[in-house]
Nanobody, 114 residues
Framework: QVQLVESGGGLVQPGGSLRLSCAAS????????MGWYRQAPGKERELVAR???????VYADSVKGRFTISRDNVKNTVYLQMNSLNSEDTAVYYC????????WGQGTQVTVSS
């Protein structure tokens, strides 16, 4: 009944930008933290950024200054603006929502290549 739909991934050149979106819908009543994780080939899944309902944020050191997380609490949607992308950002990006339980998006591929 609860669904997280991600969009915005794709192929970009180094130095380019992408904006990811994740919309939560269905029988979900309250959302605390929303965030983004990523998993690159051969690596463990890692936190990229997260934001609480009140707006507190946490970023991975590798993306500070380049990525910006934001959310619309009315739409139950979280965004990730990614600038100055490089090859190390290539990964599958997963949306994560914390409510009464954990929810995960289906993942969206981000590929940074020339």
């Amino acid at each position: 009944q609860v669904q997280l739909v991600e969009s915005g991934g794709g192929l970009v050149q180094p130095g380019g930008s992408l904006r990811l979106s994740c919309a939560a819908s269905g029988s979900i009543f309250s959302i605390n933290t929303m965030g983004w994780y990523r998993q690159a080939p051969g690596k463990e899944r890692e936190l990229v950024a997260r934001m609480t309902y009140g707006g507190s944020t946490v970023y991975a050191d590798s993306v500070k200054g380049r990525f910006t997380i934001s959310r619309d609490n009315v739409k139950n949607t979280v965004y990730l603006q990614m600038n100055s992308l490089n090859s190390e950002d290539t990964a599958v990006y997963y949306c994560n929502v914390v409510s009464s339980r954990l929810y995960w998006g289906q993942g969206t591929q981000v590929t940074v290549s020339s």
